[in-house]
């Protein structure tokens, strides 16, 4: 062999060591992150009103593990929620967004994320969330990965409808997602309304609809 391909050879087998090494300590940090998740079994209901579970702050190199779009608002601050039931193709996440939008309101969400058992990014979803007499949204995780999404958006008619006192008036969007066996997240229907809605027990139900 001459002394070129000997160089070569020698030059592949550091890369090929070195990348083992990188996978590795890559796979590490995963499993170290997805250690500081409390396991979650389904049902589950995901709401964003300070949910206790809420303790683990994603920070330093744990961060690489939040979806690039998420991490593009650098106001926003995360924590880990909850670790749902793994999957053969998949491992998902709760975890929970802050912000002060320009207003200085905080604004709360919880983001469902998929992984590969290896770390790589799947998908991820917005599932709940809250904005003081704006809006909030919940979801109900189902088993079999059905999630069932209400999102409501507070209106405010130019002319108030006197026998709907005490009711909210509302647009309501509901959705479901089904997370598919290799681990992304498929909206399959939405349904909206406006109207008035009463609330009781932190649920909604519709009273009238609008004209």
């Not at 793994?86 to 975890?95: E, G, M, P, T």
């Amino acid at each position: 062999m001459s002394k070129v391909k000997r160089t070569l050879s020698a030059v592949l087998l550091i890369l090929s060591i070195t990348a083992c090494k990188g996978q590795d300590s890559s796979q590490e940090l995963f499993d170290d992150y997805l250690e500081e998740f409390e396991n979650q079994s389904l049902p589950y209901a995901a709401y964003a009103f300070e949910d206790k579970k809420a303790t683990f702050i994603i920070d330093g190199n744990f961060t690489v593990f939040i979806p690039s779009s998420l991490r593009e608002n650098v106001k926003s601050t995360f924590r880990g929620v909850c670790l749902l039931p793994v999957r053969d193709n998949f491992k998902a996440v709760l975890i929970m967004e802050k912000f002060i939008d320009g207003y200085g309101d905080t604004v709360t969400k919880i983001h469902a994320i998929t992984y590969k058992h290896d770390g790589t990014l799947i998908d991820d979803k917005e599932l709940a969330g809250f904005l003081v007499d704006s809006w909030q949204a919940f979801s109900n995780i189902l088993e079999g990965y059905i999630i069932d999404k209400s999102f409501y958006q507070y209106l405010y008619p130019e002319i108030e409808d006197k026998d709907m006192k005490g009711n909210h008036a509302l647009l309501e969007v509901k959705t479901r997602y089904r997370i598919d066996q290799v681990g992304k997240i498929i909206e399959e229907k939405v349904t909206t309304v406006e109207g008035y809605f009463q609330s009781k027990n932190g649920n909604y139900k519709l009273v009238k609809k609008f004209n």
